[in-house]
């Protein structure tokens, strides 16, 4: 790649291109680079040191990508073979941190816009963590222990020599959770021959994960969410709102909605959707979703008269005060965007990782709707992983009050900082600005101070 003077819009587009030229298929991975690049011209302008030549190239590139072959058997003993990933994007900051997602839609593109975006959430997490992601092709849907666990296995016999506390640590995103982690860190744990607790996070709690990180990036994407309405004399109690998905992430987002006073009336999964007019049942949501790994319309039929299921249909046509999308990419797009302004959406704040469309965002900035992207709204997952971290490294374990106070002052602080940052350079209100511009500042100063690596 030629180095450029990025320090105009022009050659900001000319850096797209040549990302697109250079990354063919990828398309996950173009829009992620594309929303973070366009906001960055009024700060590369401000302040000449990071129009320096090869420095945004150099963040666009990834300093290390891993793909290889994770063979397993199946119960019947039939051979399947999926290709892993591990995508080290950029340890400026620290060790490269970021979860694994395994699910059949996962390649190399949506890694990589995973990674990416991974780089500026944990920067605006004020903490000690680069960016990194990884995962495979692997459907864990309808496969019993036994399979999960033999392919968690041959997936860590590759993935071992390439992590490693102080190198790269990986946690849960969709489709790993505590089940996995705990397959990945027994197999680590046996090659390796080390009791190395800090190598993975979302562990159990009782082997060195930390209390609250199941309930993390729900609860502090709530948190998020409440901080933008304060910021409009608003709060939460009372208000009606609407979460997509029915994973770890919707199912705390849920907990914390219920806690504050808030009605959050949906969950949904690729089936459909619920809606349950009395709010979702949180324990039940968990049993029908986490105990039996079933699907929503099963919440739908034992929740009784106050849910229905929806097959099918979009969960943004829904009436509500506040938006948390918490399933997946590209969930939100134009068509839901429209509908949730139509019925007066105050807020959106997003749960998953660019679950949010481009022409969306844009719709519901226009609309003055105030929007919190993932990169700022659901850091709260990594923030407490990385609170693993720092209570594996020193050998103990923090009570749940004192990660819960450190994750709502982290919370606060990434919602002040997006907020004061958008202001600074003349977007006030925009928190896509904020955050885009925040992290990149951290990541770029550090970047800088480190040389040409
Ligand atoms: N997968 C989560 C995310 O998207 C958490 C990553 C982690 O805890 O390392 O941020």
């Not at 030549?53 to 290889?68: A, K, M, T, Y």
């Not at 505590?178 to 159990?204: A, C, D, H, P």
Request: aromatic letters at 8%.
């Amino acid at each position: 790649m030629t180095t450029t003077r990025p320090d105009t819009k022009t050659t900001l587009d000319h850096l797209l291109t040549e990302i697109e030229h250079r990354n063919p298929a990828q398309p996950e991975f173009h829009q992620a680079a594309r929303e973070v690049l366009e906001t960055l011209a009024p700060v590369l302008a401000a302040r000449p040191e990071y129009a320096e030549p090869g420095l945004v190239e150099r963040l666009v590139e990834p300093e290390r990508q891993v793909v290889f072959r994770v063979p397993w058997q199946d119960d019947r003993g039939r051979v399947h073979v999926n290709r892993g990933f591990r995508v080290e994007f950029n340890s400026a900051l620290g060790p490269y941190k970021g979860g694994l997602r395994f699910h059949p839609s996962v390649n190399l593109g949506v890694i990589k816009f995973l990674g990416f975006e991974q780089i500026f959430k944990n920067a605006l997490t004020g903490l000690g963590i680069g960016g990194g992601k990884g995962g495979s092709d692997f459907d864990p849907r309808g496969r019993s222990d036994a399979e999960v666990m033999r392919f968690c296995q041959s997936f860590m016999t590759e993935l071992y020599r390439h992590i490693g506390e102080h190198t790269d640590v990986p946690a849960g995103d969709i489709g790993v959770g505590g089940r996995e982690i705990g397959y990945l860190f027994g197999q680590y744990r046996r090659i390796t021959n080390r009791w190395e607790s800090g190598v993975l996070t979302g562990k159990g709690a009782g082997w060195g994960g930390s209390l609250i990180r199941p309930e993390a990036t729900g609860y502090g994407n709530v948190l998020f969410a409440a901080a933008m309405l304060r910021e409009r004399g608003e709060d939460l109690e009372g208000q009606t709102t609407v979460v997509s998905g029915s994973g770890n992430v919707a199912i705390y987002t849920i907990e914390k909605l219920t806690a504050l006073g808030a009605n959050p009336v949906t969950c949904s999964d690729s089936s459909g959707y619920v809606v349950d007019e009395k709010g979702i049942d949180v324990d039940l949501l968990k049993q029908v979703k986490e105990v039996e790994r079933g699907r929503v319309g099963t919440y739908a039929e034992r929740r009784g008269a106050s849910a229905r299921f929806v097959p099918g249909g979009s969960v943004w046509e829904v009436p509500a005060d506040v938006a948390l999308p918490s399933a997946t990419q590209n969930e939100l797009d134009a068509e839901g965007a429209t509908a949730l302004i139509r019925n007066g959406v105050k807020a959106v704040s997003e749960g998953a990782n660019m679950p949010t469309t481009p022409d969306a965002v844009h719709l519901l900035q226009s609309a003055g709707v105030a929007f919190g992207p993932g990169k700022a709204a659901n850091a709260g997952g990594v923030a407490v992983s990385a609170l693993e971290m720092a209570q594996n490294h020193a050998r103990t374990s923090w009570p749940a009050t004192r990660v819960e106070d450190e994750l709502a002052a982290i919370m606060t602080n990434i919602h002040t900082t997006c907020h004061d940052t958008a202001t600074r350079y003349g977007a006030p209100g925009d928190y896509v600005t904020g955050a885009n511009i925040a992290g990149f500042e951290r990541v770029a100063d550090a970047m800088l101070a480190q040389g040409v690596i």
